[in-house]
């Protein structure tokens, strides 16, 4: 029963990634990103994932420290050590390494990056989460990751043309 409602959870959280990065606003996305890791979290320890669900846990708190604590190298520094602390506490072989790498690479982007520049590196994570939940087994979150990828290249390339329309609004400058 506990594959069965992981792989629900795993779509719930597809049709909430979609929504977040489908936002031009990096508020909204952040928001909608806690209520989609929570599911994601819950995902990853159904299945057994449990390297990968400590550090999707980590990175609800990072996305609610991120919008107090942007551009803090060392808040972004205590949620890298954190991460790989989780990482260490549920290793349970190289494999997990892929959820470590997306975890990482997450933290920097979203602390110290913003627009373009932080969704590239999302994309980035959101790869390495796509072959977490393969990984796991996740059908739902495998989806999920897919079409975030394709969603958030799509809000990359709005994000482009909107810098080209308007040179002076603040996602030029982030570009």
Request: positive net charge.
């Amino acid at each position: 029963m506990q594959p069965v409602i992981g792989q629900i959870i795993g779509l719930i959280a597809l049709g909430l990634c979609i929504a977040a990065f489908a936002n031009k606003r990096d508020d909204r996305l952040l928001f909608i990103l806690i209520l989609a890791n929570v599911a994601f979290a819950a995902q990853f320890f159904l299945l057994g994932g449990w390297v990968a669900g400590a550090i999707t846990c980590l990175i609800v708190l990072r996305i609610l420290l991120v919008r107090r604590f942007k551009k803090n190298w060392f808040v972004m520094a205590t949620m890298l050590v954190a991460t790989g602390l989780a990482a260490f506490l549920t290793w349970q072989g190289p494999l997990d390494s892929v959820p470590l790498l997306a975890g990482l690479v997450g933290t920097y982007a979203m602390f110290m990056l913003d627009g373009i520049p932080m969704r590239l590196l999302l994309f980035v994570a959101a790869a390495c989460w796509m072959l977490a939940n393969y990984l796991t087994g996740s059908v739902g979150a495998i989806v999920a990751e897919g079409l975030i990828l394709i969603t958030n290249a799509v809000t990359i390339y709005r994000l482009h043309l909107d810098a080209i329309r308007n040179p002076a609004s603040p996602e030029s400058a982030s570009r």
